[in-house]
């Protein structure tokens, strides 16, 4: 596709639900990125694949957090047992190749408000 | 000390004039450094990127980076209002390029 897209764009569930937002990145790119950001703030890191392989999840902040891409494409991140703590906007990026010379684009995110 | 330091604002400028955006870093050995425009609501958009001391220019905007002060800036040239936004400032401390890490953003209002 031309860009990252994510669905869904809001998100609203109440306390202790699971919620699954996914990520369809730019077609070809190797390298997928989710960030968490709070408003006022800039985006956190929550982890990142490269292909298949999620080779650093270090930000994800509970192991209620999971994220996966199975097929080297299209990711989701999942967040089981939702909190209060948990509202904010989850964005996904996408780079082309792996490397810090990598500019990552990013999708819309998803507002996700937990009641 | 945050990793990434950006003045919050708002910085207000008059339409055409010249908006400079500061960013100070605490990990010399921050590899990429990447300013993304954000309008309310809306994901962040790349605007520019740099690598290496000194300038680099695209249309209207200016990067600067110094490394052994470890700052980069921003130049916005003849200021619009459509340039309202928030200015991220963000960086890969690794040669890897996994995580950005980002500062809190700068608002600047460019007012006609």
């Known amino acids: 596709g031309a860009g990252v897209s994510q669905s869904p764009r809001y998100k609203v569930a109440k306390r202790g639900q699971d919620v699954a937002l996914r990520c369809d990145p730019i077609?070809?790119?190797?390298?997928l990125f989710w960030y968490q950001q709070a408003l006022g703030q800039g985006p956190e890191f929550l982890t990142y694949?490269?292909?298949?392989?999620?080779?650093?999840k270090s930000g994800l902040p509970s192991d209620r957090f999971f994220a996966e891409r199975p097929e080297g494409s299209v990711s989701t991140l999942k967040i089981q047992r939702t909190q209060q703590e948990d509202s904010a906007v989850y964005l996904c990026?996408?780079?082309?190749?792996?490397?810090?010379?990598?500019?990552?684009?990013f999708g819309d995110g998803t507002r996700l408000s937990i009641l | 000390q945050k990793e990434v330091e950006q003045n919050s604002g708002p910085l207000s400028v008059p339409e055409g004039a010249i908006a400079s955006l500061n960013c100070t870093y605490s990990?010399?050995?921050?590899?990429?450094f990447f300013w993304y425009r954000q309008y309310s609501g809306k994901s962040p958009e790349l605007i520019m990127f740099?690598?290496?001391?000194g300038d680099k220019e695209d249309g209207r905007f200016t990067a600067q980076l110094n490394k052994a002060s470890q700052y980069v800036s921003l130049l916005i040239r003849d200021s619009q209002p459509s340039d309202s936004a928030t200015y991220l400032c963000?960086?890969?401390?690794?040669?890897?390029?996994?995580?950005?890490?980002f500062g809190k953003g700068t608002t600047l209002s460019v007012s006609s």
């Open positions: 963000a960086l890969n401390q690794n040669q890897a390029g996994t995580a950005l890490i």
């Open positions: 740099i690598y290496s001391n």
């Open positions: 077609s070809g790119h190797v390298s």
């Open positions: 990026a996408s780079s082309l190749a792996a490397g810090s010379m990598q500019p990552q684009h």
């Open positions: 694949f490269q292909n298949e392989a999620q080779l650093d």
């Open positions: 990990d010399r050995g921050s590899q990429s």
